[in-house]
């Protein structure tokens, strides 16, 4: 995954700005990163392998020259983070400049077919084909756009890709399964990958479907459709994030910040329309049968929405990992199944590809996402905006507590709609919703610090074990993923203790109980006497003032007492996403560039 960027000013110098915006793309890689800018019929450009920073104390990115620009920061899909895998790529005579996101499938044959023909590759990526394909068409007699279009049509795969022609005041963009968007700005023209990247100039946006291509000017922007050329009009959406929604905001890191913003965010998820939940509700009551789909925390989301579901509105369901969904259950999907698939991006492609089979064979599409205009929201029938705005951090935490109050408002409308939960209780548990915020803003108060002790005195351990049952069975899954992402230790997850737990664990394991005041935890209590016996130390999250965890547990971090089990997760989580934190930060990394991973898996 990468994130593209650009500018055609009307006046001033674009190197600067593009710079400052891939720092806001780096998210979405930083393995390398380019410029290049047009300026007086020649293309000038600087990339190399490093991050944005690097880079840029090595080369100066500021002093290209000229007001027409694009500018890339990579994460590797194809050829190693060199510097000349970097993007831009350039044609032969170092004329058209190109910056690519996603995957282009035939490169290697049009490789070898434009290598034929006498052109000369410098890189190992499959983006350089763009450059070359379009500068053969240019050869051919075709004007810059017509030899874009020519050259796109060629492409199998994904791509987010602009294009820069020496002599040319426009830039190309096109797009297929990557994200795209254009910002409409008063002193020019701006594309990226993501909002974020140009919001501080400007925040109205034109979101660029698959298969158009777009041409921008320093006054404005022509999409058209590139099968049939047809022109799309499209006006542009005020975006309302600020540009601080989207900076880190004194924090010292995304994460951190992001997990500060939850009280916030899970305030917004409370203030949605409610016309698309109860259209959901519908739809979710009369499937004949229902996929939770999703990868990764969304999954996590979806196994606690089963829970949900079943226990709120006694709607059977299957939370399904995105990958194995059409293995496990394509034979099986018609017109009477419904997916219900989760996606923070939007974009995640086995989501989507699980997503697409099963609308191909009839099935319903039901989408929760944080990114309106992503893929999902056009695939789905019904969508619901989680409205967490933009998460920067490569680890979820945010998007996830935001996605569980959505599931669960949705869950209690379903029960509502099936009879299963009367009026006054939906009433009752509405009011408990709009309390989240604030149980989360004062758990945050009140057990930072000692989490972050914690973290201090574990953080040399060399395995974690996450015990929680039922719904809580997520939030084990959920801590355990958050410390294997961002700190890198050996970690488990179980819903309950099978015997050859027993030989995993050791005097240096760390055993982290989901506790909370329900009919598991007394089982829980036995499990972490036994696990005390072999040796693990035992942190237990639990119910303020339950002195028999208390007795058994090393440590307690509490949390207030909730109505009902179900709404746990949301409170219980803030205090593992704060481990996981400071863990990583103990022990010298950074939390928001796991390495290995990037924000949006956009490639299968
Ligand atoms: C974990 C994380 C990933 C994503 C997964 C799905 O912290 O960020 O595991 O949850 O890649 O992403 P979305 O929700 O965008 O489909």
């Given at each position: 995954m990468c994130g593209i960027v650009g500018c055609i000013l009307k006046v001033g110098s674009v190197a600067p700005l593009i710079h400052d915006s891939l720092k806001r793309l780096e998210y979405r890689g930083y393995d390398s990163c380019g410029v290049a800018t047009m300026d007086r019929g020649r293309i000038y450009m600087k990339k190399d392998s490093g991050s944005i920073d690097e880079v840029h104390a090595r080369l100066n990115l500021d002093d290209l020259p000229g007001r027409i620009g694009v500018g890339h920061t990579r994460w590797a899909t194809h050829g190693a983070p060199t510097q000349v895998n970097a993007h831009p790529h350039l044609d032969c005579k170092g004329r058209i400049a190109v910056v690519h996101n996603g995957i282009i499938e035939n490169f290697a044959e049009l490789r070898r077919e434009l290598e034929e023909k006498g052109h000369r590759f410098a890189s190992k990526t499959d983006t350089e084909v763009v450059a070359h394909l379009v500068e053969d068409y240019m050869a051919g007699g075709l004007g810059f756009v017509e030899a874009c279009r020519e050259a796109i049509k060629r492409l199998r795969g994904s791509y987010a890709l602009a294009i820069l022609c020496a002599g040319e005041e426009r830039i190309v963009c096109a797009r297929k399964e990557s994200p795209l968007v254009l910002g409409v700005g008063a002193d020019g023209m701006y594309f990226a990958s993501d909002i974020p990247a140009f919001l501080p100039y400007t925040n109205r946006v034109v979101v660029m479907e698959d298969g158009e291509l777009a041409v921008l000017t320093d006054s404005g922007y022509e999409i058209r459709r590139i099968d049939d050329w047809s022109l799309v009009s499209r006006e542009p959406k005020l975006i309302d994030w600020s540009v601080d929604m989207a900076e880190k905001q004194g924090y010292p890191h995304f994460m951190l910040k992001e997990i500060h913003e939850q009280p916030r965010c899970l305030r917004d998820t409370l203030r949605l329309q409610p016309v698309y939940l109860d259209l959901m509700a519908k739809f979710l009551d009369r499937a004949q049968e229902l996929f939770l789909v999703a990868c990764g925390t969304s999954y996590h989301a979806c196994l606690a929405t089963s829970y949900l579901f079943s226990k709120l509105a006694c709607r059977g369901s299957h939370p399904v990992i995105a990958s194995e969904f059409i293995q496990n259950y394509g034979n099986t999907l018609g017109i009477g199944s419904t997916v219900l698939a989760v996606s923070q991006?939007?974009?995640t492609a086995d989501t989507l590809s699980a997503v697409s089979y099963a609308k191909d064979r009839a099935a319903t599409i039901l989408g929760i996402t944080?990114?309106?205009?992503?893929t999902l929201t056009r695939l789905a029938r019904v969508y619901v905006c989680q409205q967490s705005g933009p998460e920067i951090g490569v680890a979820a935490t945010k998007t996830y507590t935001s996605q569980l109050s959505v599931l669960t408002q949705l869950a209690i409308k379903l029960g509502m709609l099936r009879g299963k939960i009367g009026h006054v209780e939906g009433e009752e548990l509405h009011e408990w919703l709009w309390r989240i915020p604030d149980i989360t803003a004062e758990i945050l108060d009140s057990r930072e610090k000692q989490v972050m002790e914690l973290a201090k005195r574990y953080a040399g351990s060399d395995k974690f074990l996450f015990v929680g049952r039922g719904i809580n069975y997520a939030t084990a899954m959920e801590g355990r993923l958050k410390l294997l992402e961002i700190a890198y230790i050996p970690s488990l997850a179980y819903a309950g203790l099978e015997d050859h737990v027993f030989g995993f664990v050791d005097g240096g394991t760390i055993a982290v109980f989901i506790c909370p005041n329900n009919n598991s935890r007394k089982v829980l209590i036995d499990e972490m006497n036994l696990l005390r016996d072999v040796g693990a130390n035992i942190i237990a999250l639990a119910e303020e003032g339950d002195v028999e965890v208390a007795e058994v547990a090393d440590d307690v971090v509490w949390l207030p007492a909730m109505p009902l089990d179900l709404l746990t997760p949301i409170p219980y989580i803030v205090p593992l996403q704060l481990l996981a934190y400071y863990t990583s930060v103990e022990r010298g990394l950074n939390p928001d560039r796991p390495r290995n991973l990037a924000k949006s898996v956009t490639v299968k």
């Open positions: 991006s939007g974009e944080n990114v309106v205009g992503s």
